[in-house]
C-alpha cells in the first residue's frame, strides 16, 4: 500500500520518531538538547510530510531557522543526518511501498543533503573575502 491519506502521513511520521527518541545516535538531539514536545512537534511535521507527499499546502513554518538555532547548541553532522535518513527510510519501507512511498525517500535525501551542508557552512561561520 502507498502513502495516499493524512492518516498515513500520521502513521509513518509516529512510527518515524518512536524509532527516534530511542536510537542511540540522534535520540539525545530530540529528547535531551531540544527537549521536543512531541505533542506540538508531530502535528508540525504531518502538515510539513503532507505538503511535501500530498500536495496540501498545510505547512507554513521555516525549517531551516529551528535547525540553525540547535545547531548552535550541539553541532548536526554527517553522522547525524545519515542516521536520521536510515530512519525515515527504514520506516517507510516498512509501512508502505509505491510510487509516493518512493518520494518520500527521496525528498528526504534531498532534505538531509541540504540540511547537512546548511550546517556545516553555519558551523564554519561566515565567508570572509570570498573564502
Do not use: C
Request: glycine share 4%; proline share 2%; charged share 25%.
Amino acid at each position: 500500500m502507498d502513502i495516499q491519506t493524512r492518516k498515513d502521513i500520521e502513521m509513518l511520521i509516529n512510527s518515524f520518531y518512536n524509532k527516534v527518541k530511542g536510537d542511540d545516535t540522534i535520540g539525545f538531539i530530540f529528547n535531551d538538547i531540544a527537549r521536543v514536545n512531541w505533542e506540538k512537534h508531530l502535528p508540525v511535521m504531518y502538515n510539513f510530510w503532507e505538503t511535501m507527499l500530498l500536495d496540501a499546502a498545510s505547512y507554513r513554518n521555516n525549517a531551516m531557522e529551528v535547525h540553525y538555532s540547535l545547531n548552535r547548541k550541539v553541532p548536526l553532522n554527517e553522522t547525524h543526518f545519515q542516521r536520521w535518513l536510515e530512519l525515515f527510510s527504514e520506516t517507510v519501507d516498512e509501512l508502505f511501498s509505491g510510487k509516493i512511498a518512493i518520494t518520500a525517500k527521496t525528498k528526504a535525501k534531498s532534505i538531509a543533503s541540504l540540511m547537512q551542508y546548511k550546517m556545516k557552512q553555519d558551523n564554519e561561520g561566515p565567508f570572509i573575502n570570498g573564502k
